[in-house]
């Protein structure tokens, strides 16, 4: 028997049995009865050919058979004790909503899926030391990190985590605690994460990282959480470089919102990232981090999307202060909110320093893309105590600010509010002669007809 999700996900996970409602499938001539003995065995290339079956299971937990093959009958078992035979090509949605999927042949029984709370983690290939890391294959592998987040990890191949939305009675995934380790994405992508915890802090894939992630890839996220929240990372205290990481999706919350990071602290530094994101908030809400302080630094990446929050909203970065440093980052999108708005950084202060830096606009816009009521700039809502904008541009066609109605506030020493030019002026090789403090030999690429891009989004 094959067992996969309507879209193409495989559910061919071997783990423990669970207290739930129990789907048999079975070969049988009269009626239907449980076998004593339990099997459970993982087929290498993760397909189970038992009765030449086929059942769907949808990202819902709903049931469809598509080919009853060999078996006679194919039932569903509930905990209440009620059974229910499913016929071809019928949709049936298990009263439970923790399930197992069990199939019988000659007296084996082969586990395929389980949801239950207890049993959604997972072993792995692996010891978990740095020349010898646990590989993650699955959503259930990647729940398991918790169970042990000082070691180091490796992502083994794409994971669709769809299913998450049903777990934890639809909190879903549950956020990894203080990990400490390493984690190696390998570039494959997660996608379909589901985080629902709106009541809890340090929200994220993980909540507060004092280690290393790298490489990671996640699409179609839907992260909700209270304050401090991210795409990946709830809050990093890391000390050590995180680096080529890109989200695609939704993150919400309170305070402290980011597209991969709510709260960026303490020398933590995110270089080579990038987020095409739907961020909402109410304070501190940014396309890449909400909050960035204490010599945190954000270099060489940039965000496309949405971000809609009400104070200290901005594109990349919501706040920015305590000598925190923004350098070669650009945004491209939409900001709405109502106090201290900006295209970059809603606001900028304590030495924060933003240097070559850029606010473009989406090609097809109409109308500003920059919104808000108090405070607003093309690149910096408000810059007060002395922050620094140096060598940094917004387009004022596109984002509908002009230099004239352009807020940010006071400047810091030796520091400007940036300088605001005409669409043509900041793409192609107009670029290059307008945006001169740019490197564009080693950092930025002129790009025909568009704005410049940085040479290290060729390895996002």
Known sequence: ??????????????????????????????????????????I???????????????????????????????????????????????????QDSDFSIVSISDNEEHLIRNQNDE??????SGSGTEYDPFIIMNEFQLQSINENPDAYYEIGQDIDASITDDWDDGNGFEPIENFDGELDGNNYTISNLYIDREDEDTVGLIRTLGGVIKDVRATNININGNNLVGGLIGENDSRLEINNLFVEGTVSGEEKVGGIVGRNNNHASITTSESNINVLGTKDVGGLVGYNKNQ????????????????????????NRQTADVENTYFVGSVTGIENVGGLVGWNRNNAVIKQSFVGGPENHSGSTINGQTNVGGLVGENDNQGDILNSYWDINKTGITEENNSGGPPGQNSGIGNGLETEEMQGNNAKENMSDFDFQNVWLIIEDNYPELRDELFL
Do not use: C, W
């Open 44 to 94: 290498n290339d993760g397909r189970y050919d038992i009765t030449n079956s086929n059942v769907e299971i949808t990202d819902y937990g709903e049931i469809r058979v598509t080919d009853k093959g060999d078996a006679d009958n194919i039932m569903v078992h509930e905990s209440s004790g009620d059974t229910y035979e499913l016929s071809m090509g019928e949709i049936y949605k298990p």
């Open 296 to 319: 945190a630094e954000i270099e060489n990446s940039f965000v496309t999307g949405i971000v809609d929050g009400d104070i200290n909203v901005g594109g990349l970065l919501g706040h």
């Open 1 to 42: 028997m094959y067992i996969k999700s309507l879209n193409n996900k495989d559910y061919s996970s071997a783990v423990s049995p669970v207290i739930g409602a129990v789907l048999l499938i079975g070969l049988t001539i009269g009626l239907f009865s449980f076998v004593s003995v339990m099997m459970f065995e993982q």
């Open 119 to 124: 049993t959604r983690t997972e072993e792995m």
